[in-house]
């Protein structure tokens, strides 16, 4: 199995499409990402309004007409993006992919790498309306864009943005975009996980990320994914795919609506987002570990490897320094463990990580509880910009 990113359907045969295989956390020869799991609530957002005037009659209750109104509702502020490019000396079309209205001042979401590499960029709405766009920001840690139109079309309306927290597995929600370049197509399906971190176009994660069986397909990529009240709750991303066919296989991923929030703000002001970096690598804290290490605690982030310049390494955290074996098991000892990071607890490795990228900025001070030696022992970071690329 591949993760495929859904980028927009090639318009030309030929057209590479760029692929993420899910091996790569399985042992290729690349940079391991910084992983991270389920969030806090965010302080360092900043809150631009958006309208919220996109809403569903009371009336309607059976599933059906909540979906036909939705979709009616809906679809005018769905567009779709064709990405054109230089080929042979001219300017033609090469891919295409979906997004969605933002805001009443004409900025529209989508994926980063729908945009990424663009000489000009199309938008064209449901009723036929084309539009030419410019891109605002981007940012790849995210694979989010943001791009904008001059002249928004009459009776447009922004989709309003949804919470994270109202999100549970199980729930109904659709997915509307622009797959193999049919404009205006509905899938439905359910929320069938949640907390996944998926692949960025970095050597980073994106956490928080909404797993959904809901048909995603290339030119999906930069649409909303619905709950039933209309509201954006992640922009649809990636798919789980066979190495023969690039379609949709049943598992699909969607760029939460809190990274959205955090970050679509910042595209829009300064045209990128700057995110914090610890500068570890490591994993949840195992039963092996705890065995190899006689630890008396049994939740944690356990350092394996602090990254050469990076903020951990000038704080003097530490990372594995030996190897023992369990259970006939080699595993990495003498790494720090972390167990609480600004009086917030951290269970897993997830937990630390998300709190860094959700709740600090680069510059902030974090204090982190640690367990070294078997003693507990606060140690304390200034952060820094994430930088774009990790050396092995």
Aim: net charge negative; with cysteine.
């Amino acid at each position: 199995m591949k993760r495929i990113l859904n980028q927009s359907t090639p318009v030309l045969i030929g057209l590479a499409i760029f692929v993420i295989f899910t091996s790569v956390a399985c042992g290729l020869s690349i940079p391991k990402t910084e992983g991270m799991g389920e969030a806090p609530t965010i302080s360092h957002t900043q809150v631009i309004p958006t309208p919220a005037v996109i809403s569903l009659p009371e009336a309607v209750t059976d599933e059906q007409g909540v979906l036909i109104s939705l979709y009616a509702l809906v679809n005018p502020s769905v567009v779709n993006i064709t990405i054109y490019g230089s080929q042979g000396g001219q300017v033609t079309a090469i891919s295409q992919g979906s997004g969605f209205v933002y805001d009443g001042d004409g900025h529209i979401i989508t994926n980063a790498h729908v945009v990424e590499g663009a000489d000009q960029v199309d938008v064209t709405f449901s009723e036929g309306t084309t539009r030419l766009a410019k891109v605002v920001g981007t940012d790849l840690h995210a694979d989010l864009a943001v791009i904008r139109i001059d002249d928004m079309p009459p009776g447009i309306a922004p989709l309003p943005l949804g919470d994270i927290n109202d999100v549970l597995v199980g729930q109904t929600v659709v997915a509307i975009g622009n797959p193999f370049g049919l404009q205006g197509t509905l899938t439905k399906g359910i929320v069938s996980a949640l907390g996944r971190n998926i692949p960025a176009l970095t050597a980073f994660s994106i956490p928080q990320s909404i797993q959904t069986d809901a048909a995603i397909n290339p030119g999906n990529s930069g649409g909303p994914l619905l709950d039933l009240q209309g509201k954006v709750v992640g922009v649809n991303a990636q798919i789980e795919t066979s190495s023969l066919y690039q379609t949709n296989s049943g598992v699909g991923f969607a760029i939460p609506v809190s990274i959205v929030k955090l970050v679509v703000p910042d595209l829009i002001e300064k045209g990128e987002h700057e995110w914090a970096w610890l500068g570890v690598r490591g994993s949840n804290l195992s039963a092996t570990v705890v065995q190899a290490m006689n630890l008396t605690i049994d939740k944690g982030a356990y350092i394996a490897e602090i990254t050469e310049g990076g903020p951990a390494e000038k704080a003097d955290m530490r990372g594995a320094s030996g190897i023992k074996t369990v259970d006939g098991r080699a595993v990495d000892v003498g790494g720090d463990i972390v167990t609480a990071i600004n009086g917030s607890p951290v269970h897993s490795f997830d937990d630390l990580l998300i709190y860094i990228a959700m709740e600090t900025r680069p510059g902030d001070e974090v204090i982190l509880e640690i367990m070294r030696d078997g003693k507990l022992i606060e140690v304390r970071v200034t952060l820094e910009k994430r930088p774009g690329y990790l050396s092995e």
